[in-house]
């Protein structure tokens, strides 16, 4: 399927998919909300790479390759992706004969991945520390502020809106940096966010 894509449409389409998300500009990422703005050195550079990666797996950017295709990245970062195959398999049966949709297939495809490794990232990188480090701190169960932080995540809070998307970086930090200076820059910021948090938590 992808092979009858043009390389130009291609290269244009799959950073269209990963800079909607994350990216503002060369050296700015956006938040979970794109009101939320910060300066990240070199981000551009990370994205690039991990655009690189995507498109040396586009042939199996297709339906009959999907499960080869979320295998890699599974493997890539560590993570699960079986709730994102179940999704885009369901996609894929309502959108009928999908003939001539190859640029909607790999979109909707690429799209389903980033949100789910973005969500699981958030997780394992920035709400996890969050609820231990807030316990630690407290010595309270952080069921006692689980509406609270609610609250936060649901009225665009920026520390919570960036951190969404700093923990990302972080995870293709960990797998493209080989430098380690976005990995380690990635870290102090999720740090700084997650101390934002909770001492928005602790008022």
Known sequence: MAELVPEFNMTTLLQ?????????SKDKIMGRMPQNVMQFKDVGF???TFIESIYDQIDLLNPDEIDRF???FENLFSMNLSHVR???????EGMGDLHNQNLIVIYMVLTKLLENAREQAYKRYG????????????????KEV???????AQ???KSISLLYNLCFIRLLAETFDKEKRILTNAKRQITHKINEVLEKLSK
């Open 86 to 92: 179940e999704q885009i398999l369901k996609n894929f």
């Open 70 to 72: 979320l295998l890699y």
């Open 16 to 24: 269209q998919a990963v800079y909607q998300q994350l990216f503002l």
């Open 127 to 142: 709400l996890n520390r969050i609820k231990k480090t807030f316990e630690k701190q407290s010595k309270n169960e952080f």
């Open 146 to 152: 689980k509406e609270d932080f609610q609250l936060l």
């Open 155 to 157: 009225t665009s809070d």
């Open 46 to 48: 990370l994205l690039d």
